[in-house]
Protein backbone atom coordinates (compact mmCIF):
# COMPACT_ATOMS: atom_id res chain seq x y z
CA UNK A 1 0.00 0.00 0.00
CA UNK A 2 0.92 3.62 -0.80
CA UNK A 3 2.19 5.38 2.31
CA UNK A 4 1.93 8.88 0.65
CA UNK A 5 -0.41 11.27 2.09
CA UNK A 6 -1.34 13.23 -1.20
CA UNK A 7 -1.82 12.16 -5.17
CA UNK A 8 -1.53 15.05 -7.24
CA UNK A 9 -2.07 14.86 -10.84
CA UNK A 10 -0.88 17.02 -13.71
CA UNK A 11 -3.04 19.48 -15.95
CA UNK A 12 -2.50 17.08 -18.40
CA UNK A 13 -4.74 14.50 -16.63
CA UNK A 14 -7.45 15.99 -16.31
CA UNK A 15 -10.51 13.91 -18.27
CA UNK A 16 -10.91 15.19 -22.12
CA UNK A 17 -14.72 13.64 -21.61
CA UNK A 18 -17.64 13.74 -19.11
CA UNK A 19 -19.18 10.75 -17.61
CA UNK A 20 -23.08 10.18 -17.90
CA UNK A 21 -24.73 8.25 -15.84
CA UNK A 22 -27.71 8.25 -17.59
CA UNK A 23 -26.61 6.34 -20.01
CA UNK A 24 -25.89 3.31 -18.02
CA UNK A 25 -29.68 3.69 -16.60
CA UNK A 26 -32.06 2.93 -19.36
CA UNK A 27 -34.89 3.19 -17.11
CA UNK A 28 -34.16 6.64 -16.42
CA UNK A 29 -37.69 8.72 -16.21
CA UNK A 30 -37.41 11.67 -18.74
CA UNK A 31 -38.48 15.43 -17.29
CA UNK A 32 -41.80 16.30 -18.30
CA UNK A 33 -43.54 18.94 -19.53
CA UNK A 34 -45.21 21.47 -17.01
CA UNK A 35 -48.30 22.34 -18.71
CA UNK A 36 -48.75 18.96 -21.16
CA UNK A 37 -46.84 16.59 -18.97
CA UNK A 38 -45.64 14.92 -22.15
CA UNK A 39 -41.63 13.90 -22.20
CA UNK A 40 -39.83 17.28 -22.76
CA UNK A 41 -37.45 17.99 -25.96
CA UNK A 42 -34.24 20.06 -26.09
CA UNK A 43 -36.68 22.39 -27.82
CA UNK A 44 -38.37 23.20 -25.07
CA UNK A 45 -35.70 23.99 -23.02
CA UNK A 46 -34.14 26.54 -25.24
CA UNK A 47 -36.25 29.37 -24.00
CA UNK A 48 -33.75 29.22 -20.70
CA UNK A 49 -30.39 27.45 -21.97
CA UNK A 50 -28.60 27.37 -24.84
CA UNK A 51 -28.94 24.35 -27.35
CA UNK A 52 -25.59 22.27 -26.29
CA UNK A 53 -26.97 22.30 -22.36
CA UNK A 54 -30.13 21.69 -23.64
CA UNK A 55 -28.92 18.54 -25.76
CA UNK A 56 -26.59 17.30 -22.59
CA UNK A 57 -29.55 17.99 -20.28
CA UNK A 58 -31.21 14.96 -22.39
CA UNK A 59 -28.65 12.93 -23.67
CA UNK A 60 -28.05 9.32 -23.60
CA UNK A 61 -24.27 9.32 -24.69
CA UNK A 62 -21.63 7.93 -21.99
CA UNK A 63 -19.02 10.36 -22.77
CA UNK A 64 -19.77 14.19 -23.74
CA UNK A 65 -16.33 16.12 -24.78
CA UNK A 66 -14.93 18.72 -22.33
CA UNK A 67 -14.37 21.88 -24.61
CA UNK A 68 -10.57 22.66 -24.55
CA UNK A 69 -11.13 26.44 -23.41
CA UNK A 70 -13.11 24.73 -20.46
CA UNK A 71 -10.38 22.69 -19.86
CA UNK A 72 -7.68 25.15 -19.78
CA UNK A 73 -9.34 27.35 -17.41
CA UNK A 74 -10.21 23.61 -15.01
CA UNK A 75 -5.69 23.66 -14.95
CA UNK A 76 -5.65 26.67 -13.18
CA UNK A 77 -6.95 24.61 -9.95
CA UNK A 78 -7.45 21.39 -11.67
CA UNK A 79 -6.87 18.46 -11.18
CA UNK A 80 -7.87 18.52 -7.44
CA UNK A 81 -6.19 16.43 -4.40
CA UNK A 82 -7.01 13.30 -3.63
CA UNK A 83 -5.62 13.14 0.75
CA UNK A 84 -5.08 10.51 3.03
CA UNK A 85 -6.62 11.63 6.23
CA UNK A 86 -3.93 9.84 8.41
CA UNK A 87 -4.37 12.55 11.27
CA UNK A 88 -8.07 11.71 11.08
CA UNK A 89 -7.50 7.64 10.74
CA UNK A 90 -4.92 8.02 14.07
CA UNK A 91 -7.85 9.91 16.36
CA UNK A 92 -10.11 7.26 15.80
CA UNK A 93 -8.19 4.41 15.95
CA UNK A 94 -9.72 2.88 12.87
CA UNK A 95 -8.37 0.07 10.87
CA UNK A 96 -9.83 2.02 8.03
CA UNK A 97 -8.11 3.95 5.29
CA UNK A 98 -9.78 7.49 4.65
CA UNK A 99 -9.15 9.34 1.92
CA UNK A 100 -10.99 12.57 0.71
CA UNK A 101 -11.17 14.28 -2.31
CA UNK A 102 -10.76 17.89 -1.97
CA UNK A 103 -12.49 20.48 -3.75
CA UNK A 104 -11.49 23.48 -2.03
CA UNK A 105 -8.52 24.48 -3.67
CA UNK A 106 -10.52 26.41 -6.66
CA UNK A 107 -10.88 29.54 -6.95
CA UNK A 108 -14.53 29.83 -4.75
CA UNK A 109 -13.27 26.95 -2.50
CA UNK A 110 -15.96 24.62 -3.54
CA UNK A 111 -16.95 22.52 -6.90
CA UNK A 112 -19.32 24.65 -7.82
CA UNK A 113 -17.08 26.20 -10.77
CA UNK A 114 -16.73 22.51 -12.62
CA UNK A 115 -20.48 23.27 -14.26
CA UNK A 116 -20.28 27.37 -13.88
CA UNK A 117 -17.60 27.37 -16.27
CA UNK A 118 -18.74 25.36 -18.54
CA UNK A 119 -22.31 26.98 -18.43
CA UNK A 120 -20.52 30.11 -18.89
CA UNK A 121 -18.71 29.03 -21.93
CA UNK A 122 -21.84 27.41 -23.85
CA UNK A 123 -23.59 30.53 -22.87
CA UNK A 124 -21.22 32.83 -24.21
CA UNK A 125 -21.17 30.45 -27.67
CA UNK A 126 -24.64 31.02 -27.89
CA UNK A 127 -24.34 34.94 -27.91
CA UNK A 128 -25.85 34.98 -24.33
CA UNK A 129 -25.02 38.14 -22.38
CA UNK A 130 -26.81 37.68 -19.03
CA UNK A 131 -27.62 34.45 -16.42
CA UNK A 132 -29.90 34.49 -13.68
CA UNK A 133 -29.37 31.86 -10.87
CA UNK A 134 -30.20 30.94 -7.61
CA UNK A 135 -28.24 29.95 -4.76
CA UNK A 136 -27.91 28.61 -1.06
CA UNK A 137 -24.90 29.02 1.09
CA UNK A 138 -23.41 31.50 -1.72
CA UNK A 139 -20.99 28.55 -3.11
CA UNK A 140 -22.52 28.46 -6.25
CA UNK A 141 -23.44 32.05 -6.61
CA UNK A 142 -20.15 33.03 -6.18
CA UNK A 143 -18.87 30.36 -8.88
CA UNK A 144 -21.06 31.68 -11.68
CA UNK A 145 -20.40 35.05 -10.50
CA UNK A 146 -16.63 34.10 -11.10
CA UNK A 147 -17.43 32.40 -14.58
CA UNK A 148 -19.38 35.64 -15.50
CA UNK A 149 -16.06 37.59 -14.95
CA UNK A 150 -13.72 35.39 -17.17
CA UNK A 151 -16.72 35.41 -19.92
CA UNK A 152 -17.83 38.83 -19.87
CA UNK A 153 -21.28 37.64 -18.69
CA UNK A 154 -23.91 39.62 -16.24
CA UNK A 155 -24.59 37.87 -13.66
CA UNK A 156 -27.59 38.23 -11.40
CA UNK A 157 -28.25 35.99 -8.19
CA UNK A 158 -31.00 35.33 -6.04
CA UNK A 159 -30.21 34.32 -2.80
CA UNK A 160 -32.10 32.17 0.11
CA UNK A 161 -32.45 35.40 2.56
CA UNK A 162 -31.43 32.98 5.20
CA UNK A 163 -28.43 32.12 4.14
CA UNK A 164 -28.33 36.00 2.22
CA UNK A 165 -28.00 37.02 6.28
CA UNK A 166 -26.17 34.57 7.72
CA UNK A 167 -22.70 34.48 4.83
CA UNK A 168 -22.15 38.45 4.07
CA UNK A 169 -19.17 37.19 2.67
CA UNK A 170 -20.08 35.18 -0.03
CA UNK A 171 -21.98 38.34 -0.93
CA UNK A 172 -18.99 40.12 -1.10
CA UNK A 173 -17.32 37.46 -2.92
CA UNK A 174 -20.06 37.23 -6.02
CA UNK A 175 -19.76 41.37 -5.84
CA UNK A 176 -15.78 41.05 -6.05
CA UNK A 177 -16.59 38.78 -9.27
CA UNK A 178 -18.70 41.48 -10.54
CA UNK A 179 -22.00 39.80 -9.97
CA UNK A 180 -25.46 41.52 -8.65
CA UNK A 181 -27.02 39.27 -5.14
CA UNK A 182 -30.33 40.11 -4.61
CA UNK A 183 -32.11 38.78 -1.35
CA UNK A 184 -34.43 36.09 -1.95
CA UNK A 185 -37.37 36.40 -2.00
CA UNK A 186 -37.21 39.60 -3.67
CA UNK A 187 -39.65 42.43 -5.00
CA UNK A 188 -37.87 41.74 -8.16
CA UNK A 189 -40.51 39.57 -9.34
CA UNK A 190 -44.13 38.00 -9.83
CA UNK A 191 -42.81 35.20 -7.59
CA UNK A 192 -40.91 36.59 -5.02
CA UNK A 193 -43.76 39.74 -5.02
CA UNK A 194 -46.21 36.60 -4.00
CA UNK A 195 -45.05 34.96 -1.32
CA UNK A 196 -43.26 38.23 0.48
CA UNK A 197 -46.84 39.23 0.52
CA UNK A 198 -47.86 35.97 2.28
CA UNK A 199 -44.75 36.10 4.38
CA UNK A 200 -42.96 39.45 5.09
CA UNK A 201 -40.63 37.40 7.21
CA UNK A 202 -39.85 34.35 4.91
CA UNK A 203 -36.68 33.16 5.28
CA UNK A 204 -36.55 31.53 1.56
CA UNK A 205 -35.33 28.79 0.40
CA UNK A 206 -33.85 27.27 -3.00
CA UNK A 207 -36.97 26.51 -4.28
CA UNK A 208 -37.91 30.16 -4.30
CA UNK A 209 -34.90 31.55 -5.65
CA UNK A 210 -34.58 29.66 -8.15
CA UNK A 211 -38.47 30.47 -9.76
CA UNK A 212 -37.04 33.93 -9.71
CA UNK A 213 -33.96 33.31 -11.75
CA UNK A 214 -36.21 31.30 -14.06
CA UNK A 215 -38.74 33.99 -14.09
CA UNK A 216 -36.24 36.63 -15.23
CA UNK A 217 -34.59 34.05 -17.72
CA UNK A 218 -37.81 33.46 -19.37
CA UNK A 219 -38.50 36.61 -19.79
CA UNK A 220 -35.93 38.19 -21.34
CA UNK A 221 -34.22 36.51 -24.40
CA UNK A 222 -30.96 38.05 -23.44
CA UNK A 223 -30.54 36.11 -20.17
CA UNK A 224 -30.69 32.62 -19.63
CA UNK A 225 -30.81 30.28 -16.63
CA UNK A 226 -28.55 28.79 -15.06
CA UNK A 227 -28.69 25.66 -12.46
CA UNK A 228 -25.83 24.82 -9.84
CA UNK A 229 -27.25 21.60 -8.97
CA UNK A 230 -29.77 18.84 -9.75
CA UNK A 231 -30.44 19.16 -13.68
CA UNK A 232 -28.89 16.33 -15.17
CA UNK A 233 -26.05 18.56 -17.04
CA UNK A 234 -24.96 19.91 -13.88
CA UNK A 235 -24.41 16.50 -12.67
CA UNK A 236 -22.87 15.29 -15.94
CA UNK A 237 -20.25 18.36 -15.39
CA UNK A 238 -19.21 17.48 -12.19
CA UNK A 239 -17.81 14.11 -13.38
CA UNK A 240 -14.40 14.98 -13.50
CA UNK A 241 -14.10 14.62 -9.18
CA UNK A 242 -14.92 11.57 -9.67
CA UNK A 243 -12.95 10.94 -12.69
CA UNK A 244 -9.91 12.22 -11.31
CA UNK A 245 -10.04 10.20 -8.11
CA UNK A 246 -10.37 7.14 -9.87
CA UNK A 247 -6.61 7.96 -11.77
CA UNK A 248 -5.18 8.52 -7.90
CA UNK A 249 -6.56 5.30 -6.34
CA UNK A 250 -4.34 3.81 -8.92
CA UNK A 251 -1.59 5.71 -8.23
CA UNK A 252 -2.29 4.93 -4.32
CA UNK A 253 -2.49 0.95 -5.25
CA UNK A 254 -5.86 1.20 -3.58
CA UNK A 255 -9.64 1.53 -4.75
CA UNK A 256 -13.02 2.96 -2.26
CA UNK A 257 -14.91 0.06 -0.54
CA UNK A 258 -17.33 3.39 0.66
CA UNK A 259 -17.91 6.20 -1.33
CA UNK A 260 -19.48 9.11 0.77
CA UNK A 261 -20.88 12.68 -0.74
CA UNK A 262 -23.15 14.89 1.05
CA UNK A 263 -26.32 15.60 -0.55
CA UNK A 264 -28.62 18.01 -0.78
CA UNK A 265 -29.66 18.87 -4.83
CA UNK A 266 -26.82 15.99 -5.69
CA UNK A 267 -24.30 17.54 -7.85
CA UNK A 268 -21.28 17.24 -4.80
CA UNK A 269 -21.93 13.25 -4.55
CA UNK A 270 -22.99 12.62 -8.14
CA UNK A 271 -19.86 14.19 -9.28
CA UNK A 272 -17.86 11.97 -7.14
CA UNK A 273 -19.68 8.66 -7.05
CA UNK A 274 -20.65 8.40 -10.47
CA UNK A 275 -17.87 7.05 -12.06
CA UNK A 276 -17.37 4.86 -9.44
CA UNK A 277 -20.79 3.74 -10.14
CA UNK A 278 -20.15 3.82 -13.70
CA UNK A 279 -17.30 1.34 -13.60
CA UNK A 280 -19.13 -0.94 -10.84
CA UNK A 281 -21.98 -1.18 -14.32
CA UNK A 282 -19.34 -1.92 -16.39
CA UNK A 283 -18.58 -5.10 -14.58
CA UNK A 284 -15.91 -3.50 -12.16
CA UNK A 285 -15.63 -3.12 -8.76
CA UNK A 286 -18.59 -2.66 -6.24
CA UNK A 287 -18.51 0.26 -4.33
CA UNK A 288 -21.26 0.71 -1.37
CA UNK A 289 -22.20 4.51 -2.25
CA UNK A 290 -23.42 6.84 0.75
CA UNK A 291 -25.48 9.73 0.52
CA UNK A 292 -25.49 11.93 3.59
CA UNK A 293 -28.67 14.23 4.03
CA UNK A 294 -29.59 16.90 6.53
CA UNK A 295 -31.97 15.37 9.12
CA UNK A 296 -34.16 18.53 8.95
CA UNK A 297 -34.72 18.61 5.19
CA UNK A 298 -34.57 14.34 3.95
CA UNK A 299 -35.59 14.29 0.90
CA UNK A 300 -34.54 11.39 0.40
CA UNK A 301 -34.67 9.51 3.98
CA UNK A 302 -38.57 11.09 4.17
CA UNK A 303 -39.61 12.34 1.13
CA UNK A 304 -41.42 10.34 -1.91
CA UNK A 305 -40.51 9.76 -5.73
CA UNK A 306 -42.81 11.12 -7.70
CA UNK A 307 -43.04 13.97 -10.33
CA UNK A 308 -42.28 17.45 -9.07
CA UNK A 309 -41.08 21.02 -9.40
CA UNK A 310 -37.84 21.59 -9.28
CA UNK A 311 -38.64 24.93 -8.14
CA UNK A 312 -41.41 26.57 -5.86
CA UNK A 313 -43.45 28.41 -8.47
CA UNK A 314 -43.97 25.70 -10.96
CA UNK A 315 -42.27 27.36 -13.91
CA UNK A 316 -39.43 23.92 -14.26
CA UNK A 317 -39.88 21.05 -16.20
CA UNK A 318 -41.30 17.89 -13.54
CA UNK A 319 -38.91 16.10 -12.88
CA UNK A 320 -39.17 12.13 -10.77
CA UNK A 321 -37.23 12.34 -8.00
CA UNK A 322 -37.29 12.40 -4.38
CA UNK A 323 -39.07 15.01 -2.82
CA UNK A 324 -40.71 16.79 0.27
CA UNK A 325 -43.15 18.72 -1.96
CA UNK A 326 -42.21 21.69 -3.80
CA UNK A 327 -43.94 23.90 -1.59
CA UNK A 328 -42.21 22.99 1.60
CA UNK A 329 -39.98 25.41 2.98
CA UNK A 330 -37.23 23.75 4.86
CA UNK A 331 -36.28 24.75 8.81
CA UNK A 332 -33.42 26.70 8.57
CA UNK A 333 -29.89 25.36 8.07
CA UNK A 334 -26.55 26.45 8.76
CA UNK A 335 -25.34 23.94 5.45
CA UNK A 336 -27.96 26.24 2.84
CA UNK A 337 -27.04 24.75 -0.11
CA UNK A 338 -28.08 21.30 1.14
CA UNK A 339 -31.72 23.26 1.87
CA UNK A 340 -33.60 22.16 -0.89
CA UNK A 341 -36.77 20.19 -1.13
CA UNK A 342 -35.96 17.73 -3.81
CA UNK A 343 -33.20 15.39 -5.35
CA UNK A 344 -31.20 15.66 -8.72
CA UNK A 345 -33.18 12.95 -10.79
CA UNK A 346 -30.16 10.55 -11.49
CA UNK A 347 -29.10 10.66 -7.63
CA UNK A 348 -32.67 9.65 -7.33
CA UNK A 349 -32.94 6.87 -9.72
CA UNK A 350 -29.34 5.97 -8.56
CA UNK A 351 -31.28 5.46 -4.90
CA UNK A 352 -33.97 3.50 -6.06
CA UNK A 353 -32.21 1.24 -7.68
CA UNK A 354 -30.09 0.67 -5.01
CA UNK A 355 -26.81 1.76 -6.32
CA UNK A 356 -26.77 4.49 -3.50
CA UNK A 357 -27.91 4.46 0.16
CA UNK A 358 -29.18 7.59 1.95
CA UNK A 359 -28.57 8.54 5.33
CA UNK A 360 -30.05 11.69 6.97
CA UNK A 361 -27.52 13.45 9.79
CA UNK A 362 -27.79 15.88 12.35
CA UNK A 363 -26.55 19.45 12.21
CA UNK A 364 -24.85 19.36 15.73
CA UNK A 365 -23.17 16.05 14.97
CA UNK A 366 -22.12 17.20 11.67
CA UNK A 367 -20.18 20.63 13.06
CA UNK A 368 -18.75 17.92 15.50
CA UNK A 369 -17.60 15.90 13.36
CA UNK A 370 -16.12 18.77 11.53
CA UNK A 371 -14.23 20.28 14.59
CA UNK A 372 -12.26 17.43 14.45
CA UNK A 373 -11.59 16.60 11.10
CA UNK A 374 -10.09 20.44 10.92
CA UNK A 375 -7.94 20.04 14.39
CA UNK A 376 -6.60 16.43 12.66
CA UNK A 377 -6.10 17.58 8.88
CA UNK A 378 -6.00 21.52 9.03
CA UNK A 379 -8.64 22.37 6.77
CA UNK A 380 -12.55 23.99 7.96
CA UNK A 381 -14.68 22.23 6.19
CA UNK A 382 -17.81 23.94 4.62
CA UNK A 383 -21.06 22.76 6.63
CA UNK A 384 -22.23 20.70 3.61
CA UNK A 385 -19.17 18.90 3.44
CA UNK A 386 -19.26 17.94 7.48
CA UNK A 387 -21.91 16.10 6.27
CA UNK A 388 -19.92 13.89 4.45
CA UNK A 389 -17.20 14.02 7.02
CA UNK A 390 -19.46 12.90 10.05
CA UNK A 391 -20.82 9.46 7.78
CA UNK A 392 -17.09 8.46 6.74
CA UNK A 393 -16.64 8.73 10.58
CA UNK A 394 -19.20 6.45 11.69
CA UNK A 395 -18.32 3.76 8.96
CA UNK A 396 -14.80 3.97 10.33
CA UNK A 397 -16.12 3.79 13.74
CA UNK A 398 -17.77 0.84 12.55
CA UNK A 399 -14.55 -0.58 11.12
CA UNK A 400 -12.79 -0.47 14.01
CA UNK A 401 -15.95 -2.34 16.16
CA UNK A 402 -16.03 -4.93 13.32
CA UNK A 403 -12.25 -5.45 13.39
CA UNK A 404 -11.64 -4.89 9.54
CA UNK A 405 -10.02 -2.83 7.08
CA UNK A 406 -12.26 -1.14 4.09
CA UNK A 407 -10.91 1.93 2.12
CA UNK A 408 -13.29 5.02 2.54
CA UNK A 409 -13.69 8.13 0.26
CA UNK A 410 -15.09 11.45 0.88
CA UNK A 411 -16.03 14.48 -1.16
CA UNK A 412 -14.59 16.79 0.71
CA UNK A 413 -16.33 19.85 -1.61
CA UNK A 414 -15.59 23.22 -0.05
CA UNK A 415 -14.08 24.96 2.49
CA UNK A 416 -15.79 26.75 5.92
CA UNK A 417 -13.83 29.91 5.53
CA UNK A 418 -16.79 32.26 5.01
CA UNK A 419 -18.79 29.78 7.79
CA UNK A 420 -16.76 30.53 10.45
CA UNK A 421 -20.17 32.30 11.88
CA UNK A 422 -21.86 28.98 12.10
CA UNK A 423 -18.94 27.59 13.86
CA UNK A 424 -18.68 30.24 16.10
CA UNK A 425 -22.45 29.00 17.03
CA UNK A 426 -21.59 25.52 17.22
CA UNK A 427 -18.16 26.18 19.96
CA UNK A 428 -20.30 28.67 22.23
CA UNK A 429 -23.05 25.97 22.30
CA UNK A 430 -25.68 28.30 20.92
CA UNK A 431 -26.17 25.92 17.19
CA UNK A 432 -29.33 23.92 17.69
CA UNK A 433 -30.78 20.89 15.46
CA UNK A 434 -33.71 21.97 13.22
CA UNK A 435 -36.68 20.16 13.43
CA UNK A 436 -38.05 18.32 10.32
CA UNK A 437 -42.00 19.22 10.10
CA UNK A 438 -43.66 16.33 8.50
CA UNK A 439 -47.06 17.67 9.00
CA UNK A 440 -45.66 20.16 6.18
CA UNK A 441 -44.18 17.78 4.27
CA UNK A 442 -47.31 16.31 3.58
CA UNK A 443 -49.50 19.25 3.53
CA UNK A 444 -46.45 19.67 0.72
CA UNK A 445 -46.79 16.50 -1.13
CA UNK A 446 -50.75 17.04 -1.46
CA UNK A 447 -49.76 19.37 -3.96
CA UNK A 448 -47.72 17.32 -6.01
CA UNK A 449 -48.49 17.54 -10.06
CA UNK A 450 -50.36 15.15 -10.99
CA UNK A 451 -48.44 12.92 -14.09
Known amino acids: MNDRVRFSLSAADIPRAWYNLAADLPDLAPPRHPASGRAITSDDLLAIVPEELARQELTLDREVEIPEPVRQIYARWRPSPLIRARGLERSLGTPARIYYKYEGVSPT ?17 AGITKL ?8 WGSSLALAGALFGLDISVYMVRLSFDQKPYRQMLMQTYGARCVAS ?13 RDPDS ?34 HQTVIGQEAIVQFAMADDYPD ?6 GGGSNLGGLAFPFLGAQLSGGRPVHVIAAEPASCPSMTQGTL ?47 QGLIDPVAVAQTACFAAGVRFART ?8 STHAVEVAIREALRCREEGVSRTILFGLSGHGHFDLGAYEDYLSGTLRDGRFEADKMTAA ?3 LPDV
Open 203 to 236: PGSLGIAASEAVEIAANDPTTNYAGGSVLNHVLL
Open 185 to 197: PSTETETGRAILA
Open 109 to 125: GSHKPNTAIAQAYYNKQ
Open 377 to 384: EGIVPAPE
Open 445 to 447: LAE
Open 258 to 263: VVVGCA
Open 306 to 352: AYDFGDTAGFTPLLRMYTLGHGFIPPPLQAGGLRYHGMAPLVSEAVA
Open 132 to 139: ATETGAGQ
